[in-house]
């Protein structure tokens, strides 16, 4: 005969103890949904960092846009610094080729006042001057030298050529000479 021990007892099997499904899928549930929010805040966390970043280049961008206007602007100056500076040196030059042959014409008409001397050509050229004239006598000459060498503007006087002509029936004395611009 079989027997059947229904009572629990030292000899029968010890019972399983059974899992909750339900507290198993919620702790499931409760694992994907933190994973989802961890990665959905790493996501923004990214999303930031990103926006910085553009915006950090947006900014240097402009810096440099505005920096090669400044650029663009001391170029510019640069080059109307340039030119004005050519400019001046030009008035520089023209002033200088002013005064000069004034001064010359200047010193020269001091010297020819008391005599009878007329000038016929007068070249200026750099440091040199070539004079040509007539006189009614040779002695208005040699006093016109004279002159010139009294100025403290001219130096190395030289009388080049004196002779004597005739010019409507009247004698007179043609001259040549050079000299040079002290200074």
């Not at 023209?94 to 000069?100: A, D, M, Y």
Request: proline share 3%.
């Amino acid at each position: 005969m079989i027997r059947i021990n229904l009572l629990p007892g030292p000899k029968g099997r010890a019972a399983k103890p059974q899992y909750d499904v339900r507290a198993q899928a919620l702790l499931g549930v409760g694992a994907l949904l933190i994973t989802l929010a961890s990665c959905w805040w790493y996501s923004s966390v990214l999303d930031g960092e990103i926006e910085a970043r553009q915006e950090d280049k947006r900014d240097k961008e402009k810096q440099v846009a505005q920096l090669k206007e400044q650029v663009k602007q001391v170029q510019d100056f640069e080059q109307k610094k340039k030119l004005l500076e050519d400019k001046n040196r030009i008035i520089d030059q023209l002033e200088q080729s002013r005064v000069g042959p004034v001064k010359v014409l200047d010193y020269v008409s001091q010297s020819l006042e008391p005599l009878k001397v007329w000038l016929i050509s007068l070249k200026v050229s750099a440091e040199t001057v070539e004079l040509e004239g007539r006189a009614l006598t040779n002695d208005d000459v040699v006093e016109f030298v004279n002159n010139l060498r009294r100025t403290d503007f001219f130096s190395n006087i030289n009388l080049q050529e004196s002779r004597a002509a005739v010019e409507s029936k009247i004698n007179i004395y043609q001259f040549r000479m050079a000299f040079r611009l002290k200074g």
